[in-house]
């Protein structure tokens, strides 16, 4: 237990859709070393005066200002703990909702556990993630296992961004709101059942939290209700939304 490629409890596959109940509403890089060479050798170079210099002199402040931007977007990243690790709830990590970005080819796997046991008993929900993938850890864990993600960040629970029309049928989960709009979506081209959606009224990852899911092929349309709290997405062609 705890390695890659476990199978998710939490994904239903092949499971047609689980009954839709009333929906309750929910909720990079360290800077260059190059920047500080650059900006040294810019220096030297300007003292000639000539426009090779001067050009010299605008890519170096131009490189300044991208590395201290990359600075600044880390920070705001809030990392609150690794993507690798076995992280005891109330010691290693605080109970709260945590969000990872970044995964591909469903190579993260994470973990709830009720016990350090590593027995199947003990798991509580888990999921193998590709794109994004947020969770909910209440104090009652145990445990929370981590692999092959990126680093999770905390989330607050009153952030707010810009939803999005348009979004990738492999992306993971999407913030209702925040990550992705309330509306009618539609993707196209779907093969082999491969694509599973899912609305769930939280982050828990638990059968109690989803409200709708299905595994598709062809054409999927789905509702995503302004109540609904996440909306996830697996092995789909990318959503648009079209009411």
Same mark, same amino acid.
């Given at each position: ?23 309750? #509403? ?15 050798? #810019?220096?030297?170079? /300007? ?32 990392? #609150? ?6 992280? !005891? ?17 469903? =190579?993260?796997? &994470? ?11 003990? $798991? ?18 145990? =445990? ?7 680093? &999770? ?21 999407? /913030?209702?709101?925040?990550? $992705? ?15 599973? &959606?899912? /609305? ?7 059968? !109690?939290? $989803?409200? #709708? ?25 990318? &959503?648009?939304?079209?009411?």
């Amino acid at each position: 237990m705890g390695t890659k490629g476990k199978i998710a409890l939490g994904v239903v596959v092949s499971v047609v859709v689980i009954g839709a109940v009333s929906a309750n #509403a929910g909720d990079d890089g360290d800077s260059g070393s190059g920047g500080k060479g650059k900006d040294s050798a #810019a220096s030297a170079e /300007r003292g000639s005066g000539t426009k090779s210099d001067t050009n010299s002199g605008t890519k170096a402040d131009a490189d300044t200002k991208k590395d201290a931007k990359a600075d600044k977007d880390k920070a705001e990243k809030k990392v #609150a703990f690794q993507g690798d690790g076995d992280f !005891e709830v109330g010691t290693d990590v605080k109970p709260g909702t945590y969000r990872t970005t970044g995964n591909t080819d469903s =190579l993260c796997y &994470w973990e709830r556990a009720k016990d350090a046991s590593g027995e199947m008993d003990s $798991i509580l929900a888990n999921d193998n993630v590709s794109g994004t993938s947020y969770v909910t850890i209440p104090a009652g864990d145990k =445990l929370f296992k981590s692999s092959g993600c990126k680093d &999770w960040e905390a989330v607050d629970a009153k952030a707010t961004g810009t939803p999005a029309a348009l979004v990738k049928g492999d992306g993971g989960m999407h /913030r209702v709101g925040v990550d $992705i709009a309330p509306g009618t979506y539609r993707s196209t081209g779907n093969t082999d059942d491969l694509c599973y &959606w899912e /609305r769930t009224k939280d982050a828990s990852h638990s059968l !109690e939290s $989803i409200l #709708a899911n299905n595994n598709v092929s062809g054409t999927a349309v789905v509702t995503v209700a302004a109540g609904d709290a996440y909306f996830k997405t697996s092995g789909c062609k990318d &959503w648009k939304k079209t009411g």
